[in-house]
């Protein structure tokens, strides 16, 4: 079982793979799982690593992505060292693709660590640091929920949408 896809920016989809009753990454599988349907990994086979390396580094920088989101909701200066240790470990190259449409690059990302198989969803916890706009990092107002979404509309919404949350809050 994955996550809801709510959260309309992919560093705080990962924040959401952890509520208040479900850690939904518990395992390696898990998490390729995940990386799969957020598109960060295509149907290539995954290297065989330690059991349980890939999901305490995905944990890792789950817990990474929380103490830089909530600087920034507390709209303090996030500590990023952390995070920039993690995006150390990613290594890419840009590789030329010639098929069928033509001619186009593309960012190829080493995978012998799992670190470096993570480095994309590092990526966007950087994205989310330097672009986003912090008043739109939001986590839902609805009692028990606790996930995080990003309010790209001026409605002023509060709630995630999730299970009801938006509706129950406007009724």
């Known amino acids: 079982m994955l996550p809801p896809d709510i959260a309309g920016h992919p560093a705080l ?14 395992t390696d599988e898990d998490v390729i799982a995940w990386l799969r349907r957020k598109k960060f990994l295509g149907d290539a086979p995954v290297p065989d690593y330690a059991e349980g390396t890939l999901v305490n580094a995905a944990i890792q920088l789950r817990e990474i992505t929380q103490a830089v989101v909530r600087s920034l909701l507390e709209r303090s200066v996030p500590d990023v060292l952390a995070l920039n240790r993690f995006l150390a470990c990613g290594t890419r190259h840009l590789q030329i693709i010639c098929d069928h449409s033509g001619l186009r690059a593309e960012d190829c990302y080493d995978a012998k660590t799992p670190e470096q198989l993570l480095a994309r969803v590092g990526q966007t916890v950087a994205d989310l640091v330097i672009h986003c706009e912090p008043s739109a990092i939001l986590q839902c107002a609805n009692e028990g929920c606790r996930l995080f979404f990003y309010n790209w509309s001026d409605s002023g919404r509060d709630r995630c949408g999730w299970s009801g949350c938006n509706s129950r809050g406007t009724v």
């Open 13 to 26: 989809d990962l924040l959401n793979t952890y509520d208040t009753t479900n850690d939904f990454l518990r």
